[in-house]
């Protein structure tokens, strides 16, 4: 159980507040409100003490013996700001104290969790974007706000995230203070870029751009039919969400799923093993990150028939079956290496979806892809029937390049495997 007090700032996201309140009491959290003057306009107190089960202030002369302005901070596992205005934001970054949520902010020594909401323009605000980078410097974990309905029939980036995202990050970070993070680890890092030990925690891919491949391509032999593959894109899109939780810029190269896009996500579908690769090489340049989470097909037809191929309707013509003749397509992630060269950037990840055979053990046939592609990090997994296609869980083993360790993540939900991932890739950044 972890003290957690929860800012709520005055906008009309507050209402979703109430939801991740809720979330965080179920999981046995204690739980202290501290909204601001305005927020109470849109959700009064006793909404916030009924859903708390304790009171609930907005300034620093209520209960003075008790010196809650100091108190709060002190004592805190865990602050969270759900929604955060651009007033509040500039505040924060400025080390203002007016009120009782300001004077938390400041006397805080614990993980702290900002999610903006607001107006498009105001987000886009170059005041806004530099009062983010304050905060960001100083360690504060941003989770940006995704695209979607705002206030009236405007849409664009500043919604506030759903409180299950929001949540899902929270339970994140403090599982890593819990073994031992320091509190504001950007500012850690900053002083000090090879410290060892430094667990990588969700927040830390805040000025990072990556570039994620999910899905499963098709290669056309007609107007009506394709070779393809079973991959859902379930792993590459959870590997995107997590990513955009953390912090960072991402740019999904999406090959025929039937998903959502994650919120806060650019998505660029493609639907061939060629238009992946040129999507995913134009995405690179200039990324920090490339996993190539998608299923590439190898081959391709090597003529595309223009109308239906038709079916022989005499069974003895021994030709009714036509022959369709493959060509290798070009290896996407042994390209982006190659692209790369001698440089560190960017980290590139390579997915390898392998079963056991006569010649090896998935591990076996891991290791050598490992070293003939030549990427940072490879994530193996086992598929077949009934094991990973499609399945909302994963088990999988993260292969390093030049290390004999390998890190085993799962059977878990495929969010949690994402993670897993992504704390092997900043271990590397």
Known sequence: MARIVLGVAGGIAAYKACSLLRLFTESGHEVTVVPTESALRFVGAPTWEALSGRPVSTGVWDTVHEVP???????????????????????????????????????????????????????????????????MERGVHVIPPVSGRLTG????????????????V???????????????????????????????????????TVVVSAGGTREPLDPVRFLGNRSSGKQGYALAAVAARRGAEVVLVSANTELAPPPGVSVVPVSTALELKAAVEEAAEGADVVVMAAAVADFRPAH???????????PADPDAAPVVELVRNPDVLAGL??????EASPVIVGFAAETGDDEGSVLDHARAKLARKGCDLLVVNEVGTDKTFGRDDNTIHI????????????PAPKDEVAAAVWDAVQQIL
Not at 304 to 314: F, G, N, R, T, V
Not at 399 to 410: E, N, Y
């Open 69 to 135: 302005h100091v108190r709060l901070g002190q004592s805190a596992d865990l602050v969270v700001v759900a929604p955060a205005t651009a007033d509040l934001v500039a505040k924060a970054a400025h080390g203002l104290a007016g009120d009782l949520l300001t004077n938390v902010l400041l006397t805080a020594r614990c993980p702290v969790v900002v999610a903006p909401a607001m107006h498009t323009e105001m987000w886009d605000h170059p005041a806004t974007q530099a009062n983010i980078s304050t905060l």
């Open 153 to 168: 029939a405007d849409t664009g980036p500043g919604r506030l995230p759903e409180p299950a995202d929001l949540y899902a």
């Open 170 to 208: 929270c339970e994140r970070i403090l599982a890593h203070a819990a073994h031992g993070s320091v509190a504001f680890t950007h500012a850690v890092r900053a002083a000090d870029p090879d410290a060892a030990g430094a667990d990588p925690v969700p927040g830390g891919l805040e000025g990072r």
């Open 304 to 314: 595309y028939a223009d109308a239906k191929i038709k079916k022989s309707h005499d």
């Open 337 to 342: 290496v190659e692209r790369r060269g001698d």
């Open 399 to 410: 292969l390093r390049q030049g290390s004999s360790h390998v890190i085993d993540a799962g």
